[in-house]
């Protein structure tokens, strides 16, 4: 694959090195509310970075945009006003946590470049309703572009890498890239949207191995309302089917991914699949663990994966926890950050072990 | 004093059109990039539609020029030029009273297509990568054994709006069913699928080379343009695209993936045309005065087009328009 | 048993060549070559006395046999008349009120699912 890097090299980004305006995501503010921490912490403790993380920025509104509840004057107003907020509070470069998110940003600045007419609108709504005013911002980046940009300085503070402490293999890791960081302008995503290399580079710099298997492009059937209603969910969940058959024989110790809502749904559809089908995936039957980007450098700067969150997973992380010989307590695992009893799953086979319905076990 | 004429381009469209004026008692001088002269059929192994071995007609060219003592200066790039002089990318300049700028097209750069794997992808070859192989007598094999499943895609970088090639490069759809045939000649037990957008027949004999195919060669012609490659487990490729006869999807994994690139217009065409103030078509390839009584002749005075300067074309266009360029120059050199 | 999630997953509609079998289309073109040099003008379709009041499309119809998709392929090629008049304008010569018939014949056992 030597051509590979070449690919790679073609499509570079600019990506700030300091002082970043951080946009929360909705949906893993309550999925994965460790990731965004463990974001702060890496650039603010291990790196010295400054970042501003603002109380009075809300939802993007991209999901309803999407799901055509929310119209594209309004969305173009609520990201004029983040912008406008991250003038005000002195920062130029926003650094977003959800793909969604990054593509509405990209998509809303490109449509006031190539339609001046409907940012000038904007500015007027903004006006209006906030008495506020529009500063385009310098650069805007994905959460996973600013820990790509540090893969170097995180690997030079490791305290674990991406390796089997067993065999000392590299682990094999399937990379997913949320289909709105490079698929809508291939030039915002580091390496394209063909072959991106944002998570790749992570993987290699930590010391695992990538894994390109036949359905790596396709996307994870998120699609906004094909989730939200319930008569379309069959082929969302089909999506995570199709790609998780695609990489079974691979035996991926785990997915990482860089955007909220595929790390939700390859998850938690691996649940779904084996309580529809009996289908199990990954090496010992137990589901395949899927990760995000932050997550993974947690690990790998060895933080404890119950303060990374990973406790919220559906597909039980343990098992690669042991692989890569992360100390853990496992009876801490649900426990709140005060030390209190927060509850747990129902069984399934995905993480609380086998009940009693019978899985075919696909590795 | 005998006049002399700067041909730019030693491939078969210089070469036939200095063995012209060369009989007709004219002075004509090759200036070819390469080391040797034939241009780009040099490495082609067997012509369409009738599996013609690109080496005669390279070689009885050659031969034609030798023969008349042509002047050919090799490993020679033009960097400027007009209708009375060339320069070189060594600083030196050559003069002479006229001249046909016969300096071809550029094969289509496969990798820019990232979504077919080339370059990336063990497997993935290009039509001109075929004609290669066939040319050394080395076949496309898979771990030694031959291949059981080969697909061609028609069209990679012709008719392509997102790598700026809006046009038909003519020749790829008559070469993907003449490199299907051979490759089932050579390997009896493969299926071989041609992926296509229209298959334009429009030379003689091609029609009836593409009926062929389907009947004698059992060729499987699938209309819908691939979407994109990816590697199976196995080291074979999968493939995906729209079996748009019955508007199904269509998903299938391939021992080999040949590309069937176009024909592009040359990086330097733009500086020469500039250094001549010639005009250039929206394609990049340069703009003939017309494209009937003109289509050899520039807009400027004592400079003539030959071949696929101006457009994709055939071998056969390729040497008629070398001698009807041949013939202008000869008519204008009389009338000064 | 299963939980009910209330919707399941969706199979896919791709024609999967790595799967299907090409031997009962193969059987149709052994006795009929001709019909793989069909060009998919869709004459035989236009001109079709059943297609204009079903959906019973001949082109699509053959071209799926090729492709070793059968499913509902009996019941439909049983929607054909039998008139002959595709085989009057098809541009390629091909036979098709023959392969109609071989069709039936070799596909007559695959009952509709």
């Known amino acids: 694959m030597a051509g590979r890097g070449a690919s790679w090299s073609e499509y570079q980004k600019q990506i700030a090195d300091d002082h970043y305006y951080y946009a929360r995501s909705c949906i893993r503010q309550n999925f994965f509310p460790g990731s965004e921490r463990a974001f702060l912490r890496i650039l603010g403790e291990e790196l010295g970075r400054d970042i501003c993380d603002d109380p009075r920025h809300t939802s993007c509104t991209g999901i309803g945009y999407h799901s055509d509840i929310v119209p594209l004057e309004t969305i173009m107003t609520v990201v004029a006003r983040q912008f406008a907020l991250m003038a005000e509070a002195g920062y130029e470069h926003l650094v977003t946590s959800c793909i969604t998110s990054f593509g509405i940003y990209n998509e809303i600045l490109n449509t006031w470049e190539e339609f001046p007419e409907t940012e000038e609108r904007t500015r007027r709504y903004l006006k209006e309703a906030t008495g506020r005013e529009l500063v385009l911002p310098k650069s805007v980046s994905h959460t996973s572009d600013v820990v790509y940009h540090f893969r170097e300085q995180i690997a030079a503070r490791a305290r674990r890498r991406l390796v089997n402490v067993q065999t000392g293999e590299p682990l094999r890791v399937v990379e997913h890239i949320g289909c709105h960081y490079a698929k809508i302008f291939p030039k915002s995503g580091i390496g394209g949207a063909e072959f991106p290399y944002v998570l790749a580079g992570m993987i290699e710099s930590w010391g695992g191995t990538c894994i390109d298997y036949p359905e790596r492009r396709h996307c994870c059937g998120f699609g906004f309302r094909n989730y939200l209603v319930q008569a379309n969910r069959g082929y969302s969940i089909a999506n995570s089917h199709k790609k998780l058959e695609s990489m079974a024989p691979y035996k991926p110790d785990f997915i990482v991914a860089n955007c909220p809502g595929c790390s939700m749904f390859l998850d938690k559809w691996q649940y779904a699949i084996a309580e529809m089908e009996g289908t199990t995936y990954g090496a010992d039957g137990r589901g395949i663990p899927v990760l995000t980007y932050e997550e993974m450098a947690g690990l790998v700067l060895g933080y404890d994966p119950w303060e990374l969150g990973m406790q919220f997973h559906q597909v039980d992380v343990e098992p690669l926890l042991r692989k890569m010989g992360v100390e853990f307590d496992p009876a801490a695992k649900y426990l709140g950050r005060d030390g209190k009893y927060i509850g747990r799953p129902e069984a399934a086979v995905v993480n609380s072990g086998p009940d009693k319905r019978v899985y075919r076990i696909r590795e | 004093m005998t006049k002399r004429i700067l041909i730019i381009g030693g491939g078969i469209a210089g070469m036939r059109s200095a063995v012209s004026l060369a009989d007709a008692g004219l002075h004509p001088v090759v200036i070819e990039r390469e080391a040797v002269l034939g241009g780009k059929v040099r490495n082609w192994h067997a012509l369409f539609p009738t599996f013609t071995p690109a080496a005669g007609i390279v070689e009885e060219l050659r031969a034609a020029v030798a023969a008349r003592g042509i002047e050919v200066l090799t490993g020679c790039t033009a960097v400027r030029f007009d209708a009375r002089r060339v320069e070189l990318a060594d600083g030196r300049t050559i003069e002479g009273d006229a001249a046909i700028l016969a300096s071809g097209f550029t094969l289509f750069d496969a990798g820019i297509k990232e979504e077919y794997g080339y370059g990336l992808y063990e497997h993935v070859y290009t039509s001109a990568d075929i004609e290669r192989m066939l040319l050394a007598g080395t076949l496309p094999t898979v771990n030694g054994a031959a291949p059981r499943r080969i697909a061609f895609l028609h069209c990679v970088g012709s008719r392509d709006e997102k790598v700026c090639q809006k046009h038909c490069s003519r020749v790829c759809c008559i070469t993907g069913v003449k490199q299907a045939m051979e490759l089932k000649q050579r390997f009896p037990g493969a299926e071989i699928f041609n992926f296509y957008m229209d298959i334009r027949m429009f030379g003689p004999g091609y029609e009836e080379l593409y009926r062929e195919a389907q009947l004698r060669s059992n060729i499987h012609f699938i209309r819908g343009r691939i979407s994109e490659a990816a590697p199976t487990f196995d080291g074979r490729i999968q493939i995906k695209a729209e079996d748009t006869l019955t508007g199904r999807p269509l998903r299938m994994s391939v021992d080999l993936l040949v590309l069937l690139v176009g024909m592009r217009a040359n990086d330097d065409n733009a500086a020469l045309a500039a250094s001549a103030g010639l005009e250039t078509a929206p394609s990049g390839f340069l703009a003939p005065r017309d494209l009937f009584l003109g289509n050899i002749r520039s807009s400027v005075e004592g400079i003539f087009y030959a071949g696929t300067i101006t457009a994709p074309k055939t071998i056969g266009e390729t040497l008629n328009e070398a001698v009807a360029a041949a013939e202008a120059v000869a008519a204008y050199l009389k009338n000064r | ?113």
Do not use: W
């Open chain 3, 1 to 113: 048993m299963a939980l009910d999630f209330g919707y399941g997953i969706s199979k896919p509609r791709t024609i999967d060549l790595d799967r299907n079998e090409f031997y009962k289309g193969n059987a149709v073109l052994g006795k009929m070559p001709e019909l793989q040099s069909c060009i998919g003008c869709g004459s035989c379709t236009a001109t079709c006395t059943a297609g204009a009041l079903t959906d019973f499309n001949f082109r699509r119809l053959h071209t799926l046999i090729r492709r070793g998709e059968f499913k509902g392929i009996y019941d439909e090629i049983n929607k054909c008349m039998l008139c002959g008049k595709c085989r009057l304008t098809c541009p390629r010569g091909i036979n098709t009120r023959g392969v109609v018939q071989l069709i039936k014949r070799n596909m007559g056992y695959l009952q509709p699912e």
